[in-house]
């Protein structure tokens, strides 16, 4: 008697016995434990379902097609390192800067207490250039600890709230004739378009194309806050209700715009 006939009358239902079996036995821990107390497992793994076989070969051509769809200059610029791609989208940011402090600057910045606006725009800026960074992580290594973008979303839309919520410097005041829907929409109107081009530079350059939830958010945060880094430069708007409702909405709105969009 061997290991196949001990399996077999397991199988059938029958308990095997004699003196082959116990020869066997004496041998084979797993026939021994089959026969101990092992019976009903085995005749439930023989009534399963067989694992699922991954076809490597679909699956090697589909990574082909993927790696042969990114051509021109998309392709070639995913190609490129982290580091490289990265510093792509921060020179973006940085000529969004440059565009609204040279031309659109705004008309309070003289008398804006200095080291104020230094920190508010210095935490917008690394706001955005980490939630791009961790954007980009490679494919090849582990996933970001979940808390990681997690927390980067959650101080991209609470920031801009915070911010809002210091006290008033009062330099510049609402203008008559015009109403805080107005300044808010305007506001939020330049705010979501910096942050879209941001975002489609992000996801452009992302190797994954646009899977995965995780990088998608960050790309959103990353835009959300280089809006309202602009929108700092740009507005002489002080006054909490506007800061709440035309700048602090940026990256929320981009966040759920983007999120809906991949829905659609």
Known sequence: MDCADVEKALLDGRKPAGPELHA???GCDSCRFLCEDGGPVARALAGSAPPDRTDLAALEQRLADDVAADRGIVGALRALPRPARFGLVAVLIGLEVLFFYGLMRRGDMDVYPAARMAAILAAYGLLALAAAWVA?????LPPSPAWVPRALVAIGLFLPVAIALLPEVPTTAFKPGYSVAVLAFKCFSHGGALAAAV???????DRAGHGGAI???????AGGAAGVLALQLECPINHSIHLLTGHATVPAGMLLIYS?????
């Open 136 to 140: 980009f992580r490679p494919l090849h």
């Open 24 to 26: 066997h036995l004496a």
């Open 260 to 264: 809906l969009g991949r829905k659609l």
């Open 215 to 221: 990088p998608a958010a960050l790309a959103a945060i």
């Open 199 to 205: 975002i489609f530079a992000a996801r452009a350059l």
